[in-house]
């Protein structure tokens, strides 16, 4: 009796073996990574036109100070002024101070990221949680840390030096395919 043998996987079959394996890195954290993961946020988020428009009320505020206009204009474009600024500084301090203080939490500023088909974990030692990739809206790409946003104000920050590029691919690929937008 002649036994018929199996095809050989190919190549293909590799990869999407070590797509499926589960990714995981150590992130290690520090304060100068943080202020520049909460720079990164806030720069994106806060954007170049909310700063044009405060320059162009600075203008004209100084431009109707100069010609000695006295009118509610000027209380307007200063209030504009003050409270844009206001609101500027408050979204990064308000950022900054919470990832602060998640930071000081921790015994070691170690996580470990683990990447799997469907969610991903992050766990330290003040806790563990486990997200869905659905969660990510949108993934921020910068130059030493990226950011897993799952709304406009909360977000997940992953040093880049602690991840392998094969890791970060997966990570594009399954924010990717979970809906998330990617942007770089």
Same mark, same amino acid.
Request: aromatic share 12%; net charge positive; with cysteine.
């Given at each position: 009796?002649?036994?018929?043998?199996?095809p050989? #996987?190919g190549?293909?079959?590799?990869?999407?073996?070590?797509?499926?394996?589960?990714?995981?890195?150590?992130?290690? *954290?520090?304060?100068?990574?943080?202020?520049?993961?909460? +720079?990164?946020?806030?720069?994106?988020?806060?954007?170049? $036109?909310? +700063?044009?428009?405060?320059?162009?009320?600075?203008? $004209?505020l100084?431009v109707?100070?100069?010609? $000695?206009? #006295?009118?509610? %204009? %000027?209380?307007?474009?200063?209030?504009?002024?003050?409270?844009?600024?206001?609101?500027?500084?408050? @979204?990064?301090?308000?950022? *900054?101070?919470?990832?602060?203080?998640?930071?000081?939490?921790m015994?070691?500023?170690?996580?470990?990221?683990?990447?799997?088909?469907?969610? +991903?974990?992050?766990s330290?030692? @003040? $806790?563990?949680?486990?997200?869905?990739?659905?969660?990510?809206?949108?993934?921020?790409?910068?130059?030493?840390?990226?950011?897993?946003? *799952?709304?406009?104000?909360? +977000?997940?920050?992953?040093? @880049?030096?602690?991840?392998?590029?094969?890791?970060? #691919? *997966?990570?594009?690929?399954?924010?990717?395919?979970?809906?998330?937008?990617?942007?770089?």
């Open positions: 009796m002649q036994r018929q043998s199996e050989l #996987a190549p293909g079959a590799a990869r999407e073996s070590v797509a499926a394996m589960p990714h995981e890195a150590t992130l290690i *954290y520090s304060t100068a990574l943080l202020r520049q993961a909460v +720079f990164a946020f806030w720069r994106r988020s806060v954007g170049v $036109g909310f +700063f044009v428009a405060l320059l162009i009320a600075g203008i $004209g100084v109707l100070v100069a010609l $000695g206009q #006295a009118s509610w %204009i %000027i209380g307007a474009l200063a209030t504009v002024l003050a409270v844009g600024i206001g609101f500027a500084a408050a @979204i990064y301090i308000v950022h *900054y101070r919470n990832s602060l203080r998640k930071f000081r939490q015994d070691t500023p170690r996580s470990t990221f683990r990447a799997e088909e469907s969610s +991903f974990t992050m330290s030692d @003040i $806790g563990t949680t486990t997200l869905q990739w659905s969660t990510v809206k949108e993934l921020w790409q910068f130059q030493s840390v990226w950011l897993l946003l *799952y709304s406009k104000s909360q +977000f997940t920050t992953l040093p @880049i030096k602690c991840l392998s590029p094969e890791t970060q #691919a *997966y990570i594009v690929q399954r924010v990717r395919e979970s809906g998330g937008k990617v942007d770089g």
